[in-house]
C-alpha cells in the first residue's frame, strides 16, 4: 500500500501561484512515475502533470503547458507542483496519484482544493 497525501492547496487571486506538495509514505515510493490530476464542480478529473522515476521526463496537457511545473524529491518522497499563472478556470480539487502511464492509478490522495478568484 502507497499513501499520498496533498497540501499547498489555498485561494489566490488570478495571476498568482501555489505550491502543492504529495507526501507518500507505506510501501515503497520506488520505481513510480507520479502524476496530479484535478476535478472542478461538474466536471470530470483531468490529467495535469506527470513525471517519471528519475524526474528527466514531464509531461503536461497544453492547458497547463507553460504554467505548472512538477517536480520531486525521490529522497523525501515527495512530489510538488508549482502553478503559476494561475486561472479562475484551474480552481479544481487536486489530486496525486501513482503509479502514472500503467492505466488508471492504483493509488490517490484525498485533494487539495485551489481556489483562484477573478
Known amino acids: 500500500q502507497v499513501q499520498l497525501v496533498e497540501s499547498g492547496g489555498g485561494s489566490v487571486q488570478a495571476g498568482g501561484s501555489l505550491r502543492l506538495s504529495c507526501a507518500a509514505s507505506?510501501?515503497?515510493?520506488?520505481?513510480?512515475?507520479m502524476g496530479w490530476f484535478r476535478q472542478a464542480p461538474g466536471k470530470e478529473r483531468e490529467f495535469v502533470a506527470a513525471?517519471?522515476?528519475?524526474?528527466?521526463?514531464?509531461y503536461y496537457p497544453d492547458s497547463v503547458k507553460g504554467r505548472f511545473t512538477i517536480d520531486r524529491d525521490n529522497a523525501k518522497n515527495t512530489v510538488f507542483l508549482q502553478m503559476d499563472h494561475l486561472t479562475p478556470e484551474d480552481t479544481a480539487v487536486y489530486y496525486c496519484?501513482?503509479?502514472w502511464g500503467l492505466g488508471y492509478p492504483d493509488y490517490w490522495g484525498p485533494g487539495t482544493q485551489v481556489t483562484v478568484s477573478s
Open positions: 496519484a501513482a503509479p
Open positions: 513525471i517519471n522515476w528519475s524526474a528527466s521526463r514531464t
Open positions: 507505506g510501501r515503497t515510493f520506488s520505481g513510480y512515475a
